[in-house]
């Protein structure tokens, strides 16, 4: 049977032929980074583009590759690095849109690709990534995946260099490790923390409210409304803004309860900062509004899943700013990135599911004085 699958890999190479046919001439130009985690990834990966800038030549363009949700956080990035968003779904269900796409890639001619991530989808980013016959292809040695392992052992032959992770790391360590390894260039852990010229001046409000983001990706990491329900309720005297990006209501109707005790106000990120910066406390799910609201300088409990410890979360001490207070409950599967073995709890994680709103309540005490 000709499956999708099966005419994907019979289709690429006739598109890359077809870039190839485009290409503006034989001389290869130009650093494609290609980065392909969430908005929360995007918004960290902008502390450490500096240090990959020297793998381009000089005069190079850089254009950094991004799922498109995560390119909500290129703002982020300086103008002299070109945004490429791609629609990562489409590339697995769309053959046309897949085809043009690869047939783009090959077309731009690149001298050198880049990936920064450890976990490569074979028919996504490694995909992507071959079709733009570099004559350089860095990156890592990826993380282990059965479902996919016969086909990036057969990828990793293609990168010119492969650098295998020492042991386990943060997601920001490796990202460290790998500029030492590709520029011999060695450095600390960044703070987390907004190019200064986005840390815009504090929204001026007569009474500083707590903001709260109840919406993660999916509906599986986030606490019920019932949870912010009793958040809310043990500080009556306290103003509260709900922060849902622009389709959370939509996908979570149910939430809408909060609005019973909370404001609603939607903006887009860059409009955010000077609402975070104002904030007396943001409480927020493990999310790309968390991490904005921490290296904006609020003051922020993220709840967390036991899922990604290890991961992100916590910050590693050199890179936290101070103001990241996450909440978790520590479970024997913790750090399981989201491949989840134990039941659910309704539509939950075990791990959020077990998040307790007295806890809760009295951090925020805490951090409110």
Not at 51 to 80: C, W
Not at 162 to 177: C, D, I, K
Request: net charge positive; hydrophobic share 45%; charged share 25%.
């Amino acid at each position: 049977m000709l499956t999708r699958r099966r005419l994907r890999t019979l289709l690429d190479p006739w598109a890359i032929a077809q870039g190839r046919r485009k290409a503006p001439g034989p001389a290869k130009t130009g650093l494609l980074i290609v980065q392909a985690g969430g908005m929360g990834d995007t918004l960290l990966f902008q502390l450490f583009l500096d240090r990959f800038r020297p793998l381009a030549r000089p005069g190079e363009t850089i254009t950094l590759l991004l799922r498109q949700d995560a390119a909500k956080m290129a703002f982020l990035y300086p103008d002299d690095v070109a945004i490429l968003a791609l629609d990562f779904t489409r590339l697995l269900t769309d053959l046309a849109y897949r085809m043009r796409t690869v047939a783009d890639l090959r077309a731009r001619n690149l001298r050198a690709v880049l990936s920064v991530d450890w976990r490569r989808h074979a028919y996504l980013d490694d995909a992507l990534i071959q079709a733009c016959e570099a004559a350089e292809i860095l990156g890592f040695a990826p993380k282990p995946w059965p479902k996919y392992q016969s086909l990036l052992d057969a990828n990793a032959g293609r990168f010119t260099r492969l650098v295998t992770l020492p042991r386990p790391m943060p997601m920001m360590s490796r990202w460290s490790h790998l500029a030492h390894e590709l520029t011999g260039v060695a450095a600390p852990l960044p703070k987390v923390s907004l190019p200064t010229r986005w840390l815009s001046a504090p929204e001026p409000l007569a009474r500083p409210p707590i903001l709260i983001q109840p919406f993660a990706s999916s509906r599986d990491r986030q606490p019920r409304p019932d949870f912010w329900l009793r958040l809310m309720a043990a500080f009556p005297d306290r103003d509260f803004v709900l922060i849902p990006g622009p389709d959370d209501l939509a996908r979570n109707p149910d939430y809408r309860v909060l609005l019973e005790r909370a404001r609603l106000d939607i903006r887009r990120f860059p409009d955010l900062i000077a609402l975070l910066r104002a904030a007396k406390l943001v409480v927020c799910v493990d999310s790309a509004i968390m991490h904005l609201a921490q290296a904006a300088g609020a003051p922020t409990l993220g709840l967390a899943t036991a899922a990604y410890l290890g991961e992100v979360t916590p910050y590693e001490p050199e890179a936290d700013p101070g103001n990241a207070h996450p909440l978790w409950v520590p479970m024997p599967c913790q750090g399981c990135v989201g491949d989840c073995r134990r039941p659910f709890v309704g539509e939950q994680y075990e791990c959020v599911s077990r998040l307790d709103p007295e806890t809760a309540i009295a951090r925020m005490r805490n951090l409110l004085g």
